[in-house]
């Protein structure tokens, strides 16, 4: 049973930084590609930022380009997601998600590329 835990949203002021811990198992991590998405309210799910299995290739959403950091450590089974200079725009849940496909060298963007989701951590940027 593939479980993924989120974790290290909180609330915050404009100019903080948090980093994002998502926690996963039950599958062989170093794998499958993760994703960080969040769904602000009344807007739809977005993808932030998305690494390949090896941790090669990296991609970002241009609104948080230059602002953040998404990292795997495949030893720990954990990937994160450090936001820099935060925005209230920012404000959203974050998703943690392990892609459906077994491949290592692509990152994945779309929802439906991904088979597993964690239940989500707040993030509440101030202004």
């Known amino acids: 049973q593939v479980q993924l835990v989120e974790s290290g949203g909180g609330l915050v002021q404009a100019g903080a930084s948090l980093r994002l811990s998502c926690a996963a198992s039950g599958r062989t991590f170093s794998s499958y590609a993760m994703g960080w998405f969040r769904q602000a309210p009344g807007k739809e799910r977005e993808c932030v930022a998305a690494?390949?299995?090896?941790?090669?290739?990296?991609y970002y959403v241009d609104s948080v380009k230059g602002r953040s950091t998404i990292s795997r450590d495949n030893a720990k089974n954990t990937v994160y997601l450090q936001m820099n200079s935060l925005k209230p725009e920012d404000t959203a849940v974050y998703y943690c998600a392990t892609a459906s496909k077994y491949y290592s060298r692509n990152y994945y963007t779309r929802e439906e590329e991904y088979a597993y989701w964690g239940q989500g951590t707040q993030v509440t940027v101030s202004s």
């Open positions: 690494i390949s299995g090896s941790g090669g290739t990296t």
